[in-house]
């Protein structure tokens, strides 16, 4: 049970920083959902194998991450 939120910390730490990423950088904001909607479209969620054909987002979430600190 000690395990149990193991991650929890990081994991919000995670979306802590991509919220604020959102915030500081609209434009590459828009420009990820804009990409988001021409590819997955509005009717349902991206899926792991959309992940090749949204390279505008997963180098979004890899700058993100590559920025965050864990302590």
């Given at each position: 049970m000690i395990y149990a939120a193991a991650g929890a910390d990081t994991t919000?730490?995670?979306v802590e920083i991509a919220i604020l990423y959102m915030i500081l950088y609209p434009e590459a904001t828009k420009r990820a959902q804009?990409?988001?909607d021409a590819v997955?479209?509005?009717n349902r969620l991206p899926m792991l194998?959309?992940?090749q054909d949204?390279?505008?987002v997963t180098a979004f979430?890899?700058?993100q991450y590559s920025n965050t600190t864990y302590y």
């Open positions: 919000a730490v995670t804009a990409e988001l997955i479209g509005k194998g959309d992940r949204l390279p505008y979430w890899m700058v």
